[in-house]
């Protein structure tokens, strides 16, 4: 397996544009998470979707923010519009379920709003 | 939510030396463990990790160790090597809802 593909690998876009990031889970995962990543805050973990349902959307910093799992082989994040405060990094990551296993990350992908 | 606090935020030791990096929880519910190494324009990648039955785990030079009743998990290197260098990030995880401390940059000094 390739692992999980994100794209694209970087973004930049001005501001009040919309932003998509695309990710790909490993096959067979269940679970899949979007992490932001930033200099001041780390990793934050924004929502994860189980068998393809949103269960924990509490990070998503705000309703211009929305991430979509159609698929077991797919999933989006949209920015809707972009602020130049929602330049990071972003990484998709997925596990199998139930319960207490090792996530894997993308690549990520770096955002960068003007 | 659960809470994660890791120690130091900086580390430089000597190739050769050994470095400690400590991580508390606020979750007692909390049952896994992982700690991740992240290279510089790649994503965090597993390199141990301990459920919450067990006290200590050991892969070669890496080591971590697990205190429930203090909520608090360490990751140990022995004989680090420059390859070493990376951000260090644990991380405590409730059935998939995993939270990742601050992160520790690791240097290690040839």
């Known amino acids: 397996d390739a692992g999980v593909i994100q794209s694209p690998r970087h973004e930049v876009t001005e501001m009040g544009q919309e932003v998509t990031l695309r990710c790909k889970p490993i096959?067979?995962?269940?679970?899949l998470f979007w992490y932001r990543q930033t200099m001041m805050r780390g990793l934050e973990l924004l929502i994860y979707?189980?068998?393809?349902?949103?269960?924990?959307d509490s990070g998503m910093p705000e309703d211009r923010f929305s991430a979509k799992m159609p698929n077991a082989s797919f999933s989006t994040l949209k920015i809707q519009p972009s602020e130049p405060r929602d330049s990071a990094v972003y990484f998709c990551?997925?596990?199998?379920?139930?319960?207490?296993?090792?996530?894997?990350f993308g690549q990520g992908t770096r955002l960068t709003v003007v | 939510g659960e809470n994660v606090e890791q120690h130091p935020s900086t580390l430089s030791v000597q190739e050769g030396d050994s470095a400690v990096i400590k991580c508390t929880y606020s979750?007692?519910?909390?049952?896994?463990f992982p700690w991740y190494k992240q290279e510089l324009g790649k994503g965090p990648q597993l390199i141990i990790d301990?459920?919450?039955?067990?006290g200590e785990k050991k892969d070669q030079r890496i080591a971590v160790t697990l205190n429930k009743t203090a909520k608090h998990f360490s990751l140990h290197i022995t004989e680090t090597q420059p390859e070493d260098s990376a951000v260090y990030f644990c991380?405590?995880?409730?059935?998939?809802?995993?939270?990742f401390g601050a992160g520790t940059r690791l240097t290690v000094k040839p």
């Open positions: 990551a997925s596990s199998t379920t139930p319960g207490i296993t090792e996530a894997f």
């Open positions: 096959s067979g995962h269940n679970s």
């Open positions: 979707f189980n068998n393809n349902v949103p269960i924990d």
């Open positions: 979750d007692s519910a909390s049952n896994y």
């Open positions: 301990i459920r919450s039955n067990v």
């Open positions: 991380a405590a995880s409730i059935n998939n809802d995993m939270r």
